[in-house]
């Protein structure tokens, strides 16, 4: 098993142009979601899918759009890049309904794309 | 508001030198805290979930325990191959509800010297 690969794993822009960062999961999970990180922020969360069809946003969802037409993939878009946007960008999934009580937090993250917007 | 916070920032340790990493948490009401492991240029890996006070979970070198207010990540005789930066999270409804969410530490960067 792959586990969740990300692509592109770096990648430069210039203010206001768009790009698509792209993660695919081979593990049949359901919920799938992603993560920015940027220094002394911590981990925070930006969309999140718990299938096919289904999106919603998280903490940080402003300049980004998600979609889920598959369980298999979940693409990040960045419509106009600015500035505040560079950063390290993570794509985690889980099974749903993993671990009981503590809610599916036993997540699988990708080795990250680190995007620079000049 | 709820928050996590880990101390400390950064921590050097000599290979064999026991110690404690700390996770302080200010949430309503917690689900599930977590312990992550982060090598330099990689994603975060899981280690282990704590549900309730009093819980204790152990891997290898590393013993994770939870109070009601902060959890800690003891690491006894460790060694260069446990440098990484540990995360702590926390939930406090299931991340797949509305609204629901891992809430992440700022990470404590553990650096062993042979």
């Known amino acids: 098993n792959a586990g969740v690969t990300q692509t592109p794993k770096f990648q430069v822009l210039k203010t206001g142009q768009s790009m698509t960062l792209q993660c695919a999961q081979d593990?049949?999970?359901?919920?799938m979601s992603w993560y920015r990180q940027d220094p002394g922020m911590g981990l925070r969360l930006i969309h999140y899918?718990?299938?096919?069809?289904?999106?919603d946003q998280g903490e940080v969802p402003n300049g980004y759009n998600v979609s889920r037409s598959t369980t298999e993939d979940f693409p990040l878009r960045l419509l106009s890049a600015a500035p505040s946007q560079t950063s390290v960008y993570f794509c985690?999934?889980?099974?749903?309904?993993?671990?009981?009580?503590?809610?599916?937090?036993?997540?699988?993250f990708g080795e990250g794309s680190r995007l620079t917007v000049l | 508001e709820d928050q996590v916070t880990q101390s400390p920032e950064a921590l050097r340790l000599q290979e064999g030198e026991s110690s404690s990493l700390n996770c302080s948490y200010t949430?309503?009401?917690?689900?599930?805290l977590f312990w992550y492991r982060q090598d330099p240029g990689k994603g975060p890996e899981f280690l282990f979930t704590?549900?309730?006070a009093g819980e204790e979970k152990e891997k290898e070198r590393l013993k994770a325990t939870l109070t009601k207010k902060e959890s800690f990540l003891h690491i006894t005789a460790p060694k260069p191959e446990d440098s990484a930066t540990y995360l702590c999270?926390?939930?406090?409804?299931?991340?797949?509800?509305?609204?629901?969410?891992?809430?992440f530490g700022q990470g404590t960067e553990l650096s062993v010297k042979p």
């Open positions: 985690a999934s889980t099974v749903m309904g993993l671990a009981g009580a503590g809610g599916a937090g036993e997540l699988f």
């Open positions: 593990m049949n999970h359901e919920y």
């Open positions: 899918s718990v299938g096919a069809g289904i999106t």
């Open positions: 949430v309503s009401g917690l689900r599930g």
């Open positions: 704590l549900y309730s």
């Open positions: 999270a926390v939930t406090t409804r299931p991340i797949y509800n509305q609204g629901g969410k891992l809430i």
